[in-house]
Structure formats: C-alpha cells, structure tokens
C-alpha cells in the first residue's frame, strides 16, 4: 500500500508526465473536418458591424469550392478575409475597429464582441454535420420571412419549408421562410447556405441545422455560408440586410394605390362595368387584377399555365385594356404553372444553357399580352420551385419587362420568393386564408415579421379568400381599414363581389365559388347583404390612403435607401422600451404614425400602447402622454391611429388615381409640442430616372418654440422645381391654417 503523501506525489507525477506527453499532439494544428470533408474557414468583415463567416469544402486539387451566390447575395467586393485557415490548434484573437473576434479550436466556436466589452455572441459549429449554435438571449427574436405562429420565434422548432401547412394556413396564411433572424439584444443572423435547412429555437441556444438527406447541391452542409450584424441599433440590422441582399426598388407610385382583384366575370361588360362604378362612385383605385380561368371558370385566359386571353371575356383584350387604361387604371394578369427549372438572365450571358425553362424563353411568351398593354403580373403558385427558380421568377418579372418597356418601372405579385427577392420589386401577399376574425388578427403579426425579415412589399386578401359565416361587413369593414396600412392595398377573395367597396349592400354575392363542404367554408348569410354602412367606410379609407400617399411614397424611398420597412415594428424605434418591443396587434406606419387595427368582433373598445413622448389621436386631435396604454372608443368606422409630437405630415389633394393633376395645395399638418422635421420625397412615379437622382426632396423643421416652419430643398435634391408649390399649413391642435407658396428656395411660415 502506498502512503497518503507518497501517493500525491506520484500523482502529480503521473499527471505532469501524461501532459508532456499528450499536450504536444493536442496543440498540433488539426485539420478543419465538415460532415467528413476538409474545409477553410473564412472570417471577412463586410462592414464596421457585419461579418461573413464561411466554411467551405477543398476539392481534388486543395482548392476552396466557390459559393455561388448570383440569386441571393448582391455581387459585391467584400474585401480581404481577417482569419483565413484550413487547419487549427489554438485559440485566435482578431481586433477589428469595431468588433473582437475569438476562435476557439475545441469546439469550433466563434465569440464575437464590442471593443467595448459586451459579449453580443457565441457561435458554435459541429463538425459532425455543420450544424450552428447561436445565443437567442433572453428577448425576443423576429424574424425568418412570411408565415408562422409566433410573433417572437424563441420556442419553436421550424423546418424552414414554404409553402401552405395543414392546420396553420387558413390563419397564419403561406409559409416563405427566409433564415434571417434579429436578436432584440444586438445581433442578427443570415444564412445564405445550406439551403432549406432547419431553425431550433426551442431553448436558449439555438440551431441553424442543415438537411439530413440534402436533396441538391445547395442543401449539402458545405458550404456553410452566414452573415452575423452586431450593433444594438436595429435600423443597422435592416441596413445590414440590404447591403448583404440589394436594397428594394421603387415601386410604380400607381401599386401603392388601390388594387381591386377579379375573379369569375360574366363577360367583357363586366369588366368594362366595374371600372366605371369606380370612376363613377369616386372611390380612388389605380389597378385591376384579373384572376386566370382554371382556379374559376371564366378568367381572362383560357386556362392555368395560358398566356392567351379568353375569348369569352376579353373578347378583344386591346381594345379592352386600351378602355381601362382610358379611365385610368392599370390592368394587372394572374398567371401560374411556370416552367419547374427556371434558370437564367435577360438578357442571357454567354454560355449558359437555353431551353424553354430558360428565363428569357418563358418571357417570349408573355410578349404578346404584354405588347397589348398590360401593366403587370400576378405570378401564383411556386411553391413546388427551388429556392434559385424562384428568384430566377422575380428576375423575370423585373428584367423581362424592362426589355419591352425600358425605363419603366415593373410590377409582380407572387406568393412565393427568397432573400434578394427586393431588388427585383416583386410584391407578396401571404395565400389564401380564410375569412375568421383570428385570421385578420393574426395577419397583423405576420406583416410585421415579414416587414422585418423579408421585404416592405407585403399585403393581405382584404376580407379572406375563402369565404366562412364569420364573413360579415363587420369584418370586411375591419380588414380593409387595416389593408388601408399595408404596403398592398388590395382585396381579393372568392364571392368575389363581395370583395368590391360597394358589395355589402347588393343583396348578392354575385358569382359562387365556395367549395361545398371544404373545412368550414361557407358563403355569408343573405341577412349580411343589405349593409349600407359599408360603402362609405371603404370610401374614407380609400380617401385617406391617396392622401397620405406623400407620406407613403417618402417612406418607400427610406425603404430603398436605408432598409427600414413601411409597416414597423414598434421595437424598431423604441427598442430600449420593453413594451414597446413585445408589440404584435400595432405597429408603426413609417416613423411618425401608430396604427392599431381592431380585430376583434363586436370590439368597441381599443387597448393601444403609446411609447415615450407626446402622441396625437390622429381623428381628435386628443393629446396623451406616452409611455401608457390609453384605451380608445372605436365604432365600425374608426381604428386608432396615433401621430407622435413634433410629425410634420403631408397630405395631398384628394386623387381618384395616384397620377391625376390637381391645382389644389398640399396640406401640411404640423403636430406641435415638440421640434420636429420632415424631408418630402417625390419623383416621376414610373421610370428609374430616381436612380439618376431626378427627384425632389423638401425638407421642414418645425420650432416648436417659435412656432416657425421652414421650408428649404434639401441636400439631396438636384432636381429643381418646375413650378411653385403650394402648402396649406395646419397647426395641430387649433387647425390655425397658413398658406405659403414655395418656389424652391429657402422659406418660412411664423405663427404669431
């Protein structure tokens, strides 16, 4: 038996020998080893606050793979990677000007700090299978595209497909998933590859999991490709988005209007009809989408996958459309059924393969009605499309038309897409939900989530697609005054008369496509067709929206410069307020305004919470404090709509169409109680000249003290005014109103 103090000393002897013997082989460099394939990892910071983080396999000859990175990433020079190595034995230190980097070699884990000293991440790799570990924190993550039951993703395990789900569409509507999640606590993540992995969010580290089975190339654990944005700003992660995906075009000013979606029509009288009870009933509409026959019996082509006009309908679609057009509305076509392997450029680039999946090709068959004067397209279906043929889809539906009609700007309306969609302008609404109060509920939280992490072009079927017996003008009502607040205003659905501002009081629901028997659907009781107070709620929205259209469109063009959405999440300008970020029923409308749709049936009484300053009951004129919630009345035709202290809003004459002329002044409503400014952007509407910078940017300031508003053009503006501008100046509360006429130079308004 060996003595106690024998014994210590032997195992210190025994531990000392072990390391000397096993801790030089430990600290050899190891080779990087990704689901059995050797590897480099690439660190290369892509600005002050973002970091590109790739793994990626060696072929034969000990090359890294390139990444392919055409659809989704903007081509761009990253510069020259910070940490670049195939092989690993010790812990790396990297400093950057903003931002400190940690490799550690056992596990693969990546730290990322501020020079400051806050700890914003650990990543985590498993070289078994190339999963990602990440730190959800504790506060809310949103995030991951279009769809889905939760406002904050933590707690959820999502497999990431698209498409519609069983038991979760007919409320949540289409799932368009896109792996880019914000972290409330300063940080965000994008995974550019693999594709089509799955996202655990169901603890407090989460999982980016590539496919078990990878289906194609792009599925395969290498490369592993994502980008981590780390600043407590949330604009920045928006910037960041865009700066790694393209920044979203402008849209034609006509798409921010009213589009009124067709389904099954009687004939070429209907068509010709409906447009001129608009024009006639002045109620403001810009464009008019007509479904194609196959999903109803008598669209405007002669079946799904046709680009041939129905005879039966559009009888003679030149002389047709040239009639819409004569009125002044824009004539949109449902297509679907496109080729499986869309692939390509227009125009195409040397060497690659041609064939009638071919983007180019498919575009050739379009030419016909295109020439014939329509003005965009509805682009259905996709779910069945990879990830590239989808893009592939939204690059068609921008370059194609650009082919035809250079110079002017395209429109596209898709249920399915991917990062990058943006650059290509191609609208999304969110599928065919049902016609249920949780469904116009829940449509709220899932335009705000989408706003965040996919695109700022985003909308909902106003009313449900598929009809139910919660179908009422109650319901009708409340959808279209929270569609009024979405980037698409547009109402669509089957009973599709029903979907028409006038419909509620017809006593008909003219043409009926409900499917009998079909989980729930069902048409409205004939009790709910005699509704006169309709009507002249969607003529006040649709008033309000082609007023506050200068507003709107300035919020369009931050969009495109800066990345932040038109429908906001409260937490992107009040992040430090923890109420203000659990917010999923409100959300902001641009910077200055706080919408709150009801979405309860029967409710008469409205929970809003206002955050920190002074807010403006938008219909009174009512002030209150912020940082409280204030409960508001709300009858059918009211939904709260709150403008903060110190907004300067413009509103414009009202227009029956966005491009009509008016000789009537501009309003500029100024919100006092605190200094304020605001800087107006306007452009053609229609061309990419604004990317040549011919457009016009006004900028006021308001002094709240003085009582004073300046007028002045603002540094970016290089366009110079071709005639006078007037303003009518309203000074809320009291409505004291001051006219100015602004010629383009420096000028000012005093209230005494």
């Not at 125009?347 to 180019?360: C, R, S, V």
């Not at 897409?417 to 469904?439: C, E, H, N, P």
Request: glycine share 8%.
């Amino acid at each position: 038996m060996i003595p106690f103090k024998t014994g210590i000393v032997f195992r210190k002897i025994f531990f000392f020998a072990f390391w000397a013997c096993f801790l030089p082989l430990l600290l050899q460099a190891r080779p990087i080893q990704i689901s059995g394939k050797r590897a480099e990892l690439t660190i290369t910071p892509v600005s002050e606050y973002t970091l590109r983080i790739s793994l990626r396999a060696l072929n034969a000859t000990n090359e890294a793979e390139e990444i392919e990175d055409d659809r989704v990433l903007v081509k761009q020079a990253f510069g020259k990677p910070v940490y670049q190595v195939r092989q690993i034995s010790k812990k790396q230190i990297i400093h950057l000007k903003k931002l400190t980097i940690t490799v550690n070699p056992f596990p693969l884990t990546i730290d990322i700090s501020t020079n400051s000293g806050k700890n914003v991440q650990r990543l985590t790799i498993n070289e078994e299978d190339g999963m990602v570990s990440f730190v959800t924190g504790s506060k809310p993550v949103f995030g991951l595209g279009g769809g889905g039951q939760n406002f904050d993703r933590r707690g959820v395990y999502y497999s990431m497909s698209d498409g519609f789900r069983a038991g979760e569409y007919p409320i949540f509507g289409s799932r368009l998933s896109i792996p880019f999640l914000i972290g409330t606590q300063g940080w965000s993540l994008f995974f550019h590859r693999p594709y089509n992995a799955h996202i655990d969010l169901r603890s407090d580290t989460g999982k980016f999991i590539p496919p078990v089975h990878p289906k194609t190339s792009e599925e395969t654990a290498l490369p592993l490709d994502f980008f981590i944005t780390c600043d407590d700003t949330p604009s920045r992660a928006m910037a960041e988005y865009d700066r790694i995906t393209g920044k979203p075009v402008m849209p034609p000013k006509w798409a921010l209007g009213y589009l009124q979606s067709h389904r099954t029509l009687s004939g070429p009288k209907e068509i010709i009809d409906i447009a001129k009870t608009f024009r006639k009933k002045n109620l403001p509409a810009d464009g008019l989408i007509y479904l194609g026959t196959g999903y109803c019996p008598a669209g405007w082509n002669l079946g799904h996958g046709s680009l041939q006009f129905n005879p039966e309908t559009f009888d003679h679609p030149k002389q047709i459309i040239d009639s819409l057009h004569a009125m002044h509305f824009h004539v949109v076509l449902h297509v679907n059924r496109p080729p499986h392997n869309l692939h390509g450029h227009i125009p195409p680039t040397t060497g690659e393969p041609k064939g009638p999946d071919h983007i180019a090709e498919y575009w050739k068959r379009h030419i016909p009605a295109f020439t014939m004067g329509t003005d965009g397209w509805w682009p259905d279906d996709g779910d069945a499309l990879s990830i590239d043929a989808r893009l592939a889809r939204h690059a068609m539906y921008y370059r194609g038309p650009l082919s035809d009609r250079p110079n002017m700007r395209p429109f596209s309306l898709h249920r399915t897409g991917y990062a990058g969609m943006q650059r290509y302008g191609g609208w999304i609404w969110s599928g065919d939900v049902f016609s249920l109060w949780k469904t116009l509920s829940a449509q709220v939280t899932v335009g705000i989530n989408f706003s965040l992490s996919a695109s700022p072009f985003w909308g909902t079927d106003i009313g449900g697609f598929s009809p139910t017996k919660e179908l009422t003008g109650e319901l009708y009502a409340r959808w279209f005054e929270f569609g009024a607040f979405c980037p698409l205003f547009r109402s669509h659905g089957r009973d599709w008369h029903l979907h028409l501002p006038w419909g509620w009081n017809t006593g008909e629901i003219g043409p009926d496509e409900v499917v009998k028997g079909f989980k729930g659907t069902a048409s409205p009781d004939t009790s709910e067709l005699h509704n006169a107070m309709i009507e002249p709620i969607c003529k006040e929205y649709l008033d309000l929206r082609y007023r506050l259209m200068p507003y709107l469109y300035t919020m369009v063009r931050e969009a495109h410069d800066t990345g932040m959405p038109i429908m906001r999440a409260m937490w992107l300008e009040y992040p430090g307020d923890s109420i203000a970020v659990q917010q999923n029923k409100q959300y902001l409308w641009g910077r200055d305004m706080l919408i709150a749709p009801v979405v309860r049936e029967g409710e008469t009484e409205r929970s809003v919470y206002l955050p920190k300053g002074l807010w403006y009951d938008f219909w009174s004129n009512r002030t209150y404090p912020g940082h409280q919630t204030v409960k508001r009345y709300v009858d059918l035709s009211t939904i709260p709509v709150y403008v903060r202290a110190g907004t300067i809003l413009p509103l414009a004459p009202l227009r029956q169409y966005t491009e009509q002329t008016t000789n009537k002044p501009m309003t500029l409503r100024v919100y006092s109680g605190k200094d304020g400014s605001f800087t107006l952007y306007d452009d053609d509407g229609k061309t990419l000249n604004y990317l040549k910078g011919d457009a016009t940017w006004t900028t006021f300031k308001w002094n709240d003290e003085q009582k004073k508003l300046t007028i002045e053009p603002s540094d970016k503006s290089d366009k110079k005014m071709i005639k006078p501008q007037q303003f009518d100046i309203v000074l809320i509360p009291g409505h004291k109103h001051l006219m100015v006429t602004y010629t383009g130079k420096k000028c000012s308004a005093q209230y005494e």
